[in-house]
Structure formats: C-alpha cells, structure tokens
C-alpha cells in the first residue's frame, strides 16, 4: 500500500514537518493501517508548481484522448474493485457491501466523464453584423484544488477528479487524513491508466496548513470542496476574495414525510437505509421522518424492530449491516445527540449507546428518537450518525413546513400516493434534490448532485455540472470578409 503524498509521479514522505497522520481502522483501534509524516505548506507549492508545468501539455492534449485515460482507468477499478472495497472498509469502517457500491459509483463517474471528452460543448449564436460567425469554447482553467471528506473516500474524489481532468485541468488534491489510503488507490490506478506525471498531485495533511495553502495559492484557479459548513464558510471567503472560483457542499438534515396510504413496505426500508446505512455518516442521510398520525404508530414500530434487528460490526464481516463511526470525535458527537435529545424530553425508543461487546472499535447502536420537536436540536442540527428524529405531522403543509424549518437544504423524501400531493411537494420542499417514494440517499453520474440554503456554496457537481465548474467560456467573433462595420458600443 502506497502511503504519504505523490507528487510529479513519485510517492515520498515528507520531511519538513512533525505531525504524524495516523491511519487507524475504526471497527479496531489497535489495527493501525499505516504511519506517515504530514504534508506541510512546502511540500503544497511544490505541487503546485509540478501540476502548473504539466498543465502546458496536458491542456493541449485533445480532450478526446483525456477521457481515454479515465475510460481506462474504469476498467482498471473494474478489475481492482474488491481491494479498493476492502481498504475502504478497513479505513473508513463502511461495511463491504456500502464500499463495494461506493466503488461502482465512482467507476459510473469515470465512465460518464470519460464520454464528456467527446462532448465538450460550445454554441454557434448568430451576429448581429453580417459576415461574421460568432461562438462560444469552453477551456480549462489551469491547476484546481481539491479537498474531500472521510465518508466517500473514494466516489467524491473520483466526481471531483474526473470532470478536472477531462476539461484538460491540472489537479492538487488533499484527501482526509483519516482515509488517505483510498484516494492513494485512486493515484495509482490513474497513473496506470497513462495520466502524465504532475496531472494529479496528492498531498496528505492537515486542512490547517495543506488544505489553507492550497485555498491562498493564486496559481490555484478553482477549489472544491465537500465537508463541514464551518470549514466550508472560511474556505470560501478566502478563496472568492483572491478571485478563485469556488463549490462547497456541505451539510444536510434530510427529512422522509409519510402520508397515509403510502406503502409501508416501500417506506420502512428507505427509512432503515437512510438512517443507518453508513452507520449516517452521509449528507443525504436520512436524519428526520415527518409521519402523519394515522401511519406513525406502524410505521414506528415497524422502523424500531428493524433498528433492533440490524447487525452492527466490523466492516470487514459480511454478515454486518452497519460499521463503527469514522473516530473518536465522530463516537463522541453521537453519543453527545443522544445525551442531549434525552435532555431536551425526547423519548428514546432503541440504541443510544455502545453495542455489546464492541468495545475495540467506535461503535454507536442504531438509535430512534420519538417525540422530536421542531425546536430540538436533534430535530435541526447534523448529528452525522445512526440517530433518526421521528415527529408527528397533521398534513402535507405542515410536513413540508418542517422540512423547510432548518437551515440545509440537500434532500427530501415524500411518500405519498396522491399526485397532487406529490406534484406541490415537489414544488415547494427546499431542497436541490427530490425524491418520491424512494430514500433520501443516492445520486448518479449524469444528474446535477447539490443542495439549497446552507447546503451548497456554488455550483452544482457531477452530470455536466461539474465539467462545465471546471471550464471558463471563450466567446469568439470572426469576420471573415476583414471589413469593419461594427458600431463600436463597448
């Protein structure tokens, strides 16, 4: 397993710096994955300028060519699949089934990604003068920065990549700390794939010193960014103030209403995959369900049994359902919601505490709350973690009222058999992405991922969203007579 930072094709440890990143699998603490010096701000400029010289040759390559390095590096995640699974499991705690989709997702936006560089778009516009042909290009920008999170390791990563490189960008990427094998896997299969040196340039370390090194560059034309609204707010206003272009996608508390009528066997699984299903470590994370009266008694006892029922463990276990949290911080805000629903005069129905006999690693049970008001915290803020918020509701006013009373706006999910009810849903939530009787999770490589409100900072990413975040528009007038005739205006 390659470990510290890549940069102009070779791996190295840095020197410059004391910090130790630590690679440590959740499900046990004692199972260390690897050790390595931390990146420091040097060791960014130096990647920097590496993936500035590259970019004279690879924006020049023909966009067509660009994408047949991530066509051949999704065959090659193809082949390699299980051990970027099983890494992933090991790193980051997601149990093998959640990782090996992870990886089947980043491989479908290799595929698409691939295709848009046969796709790369401009428009033909008419003149208002004649004789002279006017259209638009797209181009790259030159080196853009990448930040990702812990909890996709592997997908954001690929639909930040992909797209960078493809509309023929230079790339500097600083994965998490707590799952850098996984991006490491993602180095080398583009590097056997046939990416030039100096295209993709990982640097591991801390976002204190890497991450705001690679935000203040002025070489770094663009940086996106997914993780935490507080870190997102800063990364941003310091980046737009030198002018870069900028995405964030940040947090989520995403809401399922459920209207009578609606089928409970459609609906008690989405809720169970939504809550628990990696272990709620995921933006679009079911973390509240809005029920009318007449389904919440079912649906509750239906939703707990299944709670009960999930078998938590080691990732790396086939027969289990839900992982550990990412690390110790991560265990303690858990743990912490819990302590403060039950304070604030929630009723806890199931979990709220550690798994028997599961105490090497940071395991939290599958834990439902009833009884959530729309002033508790546990009904507004991001727990990021298996507990699920249940409240009652009068009617679909009231269920997108409450879904709309918190500051994100990512997903929503209405279940319902009446199209009008399903038509003013999706009319009215205040949310970028919509479902209708189906979960709150999930995205695909050719539709725009992103949400509303304290959601999203920017544009959209993945689909052509994402490619055209990573280009600038050229508008190009010709007069092919060589006569002057335009008024000139401005």
């Not at 729309?374 to 269920?399: C, M, N, Q, Y």
């Amino acid at each position: 397993m390659k470990t510290g930072s890549y940069v102009d094709g070779k791996w190295y440890h840095p020197t410059g710096g004391s910090r130790l990143v630590k690679n440590t699998n959740p499900a046990d603490t004692k199972d260390v994955i690897a050790e390595f010096p931390a990146a420091t701000a040097k060791d960014v400029e130096k990647a920097i300028a590496g993936a500035k010289k590259a970019f004279e040759s690879w924006s020049k390559t023909p966009a067509p060519s660009r994408g047949r390095v991530l066509a051949r590096a999704a065959e090659i995640a193809r082949r390699r699949k299980d051990e970027i699974a099983r890494t992933m499991t090991r790193e980051q705690g997601k149990v093998l089934k959640e990782a090996r989709g992870e990886v089947d997702k980043g491989i479908a936006c290799l595929e698409f990604n691939a295709g848009e560089g046969f796709r790369i778009q401009g428009k033909t516009l008419p003149c208002e003068l004649k004789d002279v042909f006017t259209y638009t290009i797209r181009r790259p920008l030159g080196v853009v920065g990448l930040i990702t999170p812990w909890n996709f390791p592997w997908a954001i990563p690929v639909w930040k990549v992909a797209p960078a490189l493809v509309a023929g960008n230079t790339v500097v990427m600083k994965p998490a700390e707590l799952t850098p094998a996984t991006c490491a896997l993602l180095v080398e299969v583009l590097e056997e794939a046939g990416l030039p040196p100096g295209c993709l340039q990982l640097v591991v370390g801390p976002g204190s010193e890497v991450g705001n090194a690679i935000t203040a560059n002025p070489d770094i034309k663009a940086v996106s960014f997914t993780g935490s609204n507080q870190i997102g707010y800063a990364l941003y206003a310091q980046a737009a103030a030198r002018g870069a272009k900028v995405t964030c996608e940040l947090g989520g508390k995403n809401a399922v209403i459920v209207l009578p009528g609606a089928d409970l066997d459609a609906v008690v699984p989405a809720v169970l995959n939504g809550a628990f299903g990696s272990t709620g470590q995921r933006c679009t994370a079911t973390s509240r369900v809005l029920a009318h009266p007449d389904i919440m008694g079912q649906l509750t006892e239906a939703v707990v049994a299944g709670a009960k029922a999930l078998k938590v463990g080691p990732g790396l276990d086939e027969a289990s359902q839900m992982g550990p949290a990412v690390d110790k911080k991560q265990h303690a805000q858990d743990l912490m919601y819990v302590d403060v629903a039950k304070k604030e005069g929630a009723r806890l129905l199931t979990g709220g505490g550690v798994p028997k006999g599961l105490d090497q690693g940071y395991f939290v049970e599958p834990t439902v709350f009833e009884g959530v008001r729309a002033e508790h915290r546990l009904f507004k803020e991001e727990v990021f973690g298996p507990v699920l918020a249940l409240t009652p509701i009068k009617d679909l006013s009231e269920g997108i009222k409450l879904a709309n009373a918190v500051e994100y706006g990512l997903t929503c999910s209405l279940y319902s058999r009446d199209v009008n009810d399903v038509m003013r849903f999706v009319e009215e939530v205040e949310t970028g992405m919509v479902h209708v009787n189906e979960p709150t999770v999930g995205g695909e490589a050719q539709l725009p991922f992103g949400g509303l409100k304290a959601t999203g900072i920017g544009g959209r990413e993945m689909s052509t969203d994402g490619l055209e975040f990573f280009t600038e528009t050229k508008t190009v007038f010709i007069n092919y007579t060589g006569k002057a005739e335009r008024s000139f205006v401005r």
